[in-house]
């Protein structure tokens, strides 16, 4: 019933920046966690940044300087802002999201996806 919407996600030039917009519909109560989790071609899928109890965030360490991870909890929204995109950040960018835990390793809930592309 849960279903998570993403939307900010397109192609931008190496440099560039984009925010990313997660936003949960179809029940009332506040996640415990939101996040966001990313897979490129041929590579597993890894968790970019998550926002626990407290407001308490998580961001990777490869992208800490340039991501920055934010949330509305009265809208249950999340946002990602992306700052001096690379190519490497070229990926699948889900939302993601858990009820009752902080730890956002085995989300309830995922999104289906907005795709980044950097070009250099």
């Known amino acids: 019933q849960v279903q998570l919407l993403e939307s900010g996600g397109g192609s931008v030039q190496a440099g560039g920046s984009l925010r990313l917009s997660c936003t949960a519909s179809g029940d009332s109560f506040v996640f415990a966690a939101m996040g966001w989790y990313r897979q490129a071609p041929g590579q597993q899928r890894e968790l970019v940044a998550r926002v626990g109890k407290l407001s308490i965030t998580y961001v990777e360490f490869s992208v800490k300087h340039r991501f920055t991870i934010d949330r509305d909890p009265a809208e249950n929204t999340v946002y990602l802002q992306m700052n001096n995109l690379k190519a490497e950040d070229t990926a699948v960018y889900y939302c993601?999201?858990?009820?009752?835990?902080?730890?956002?390793?085995?989300?309830?809930?995922w999104g289906q996806g907005t795709q980044v592309t950097v070009s250099s």
């Open positions: 993601a999201a858990r009820k009752f835990d902080s730890d956002l390793t085995f989300p309830d809930f």
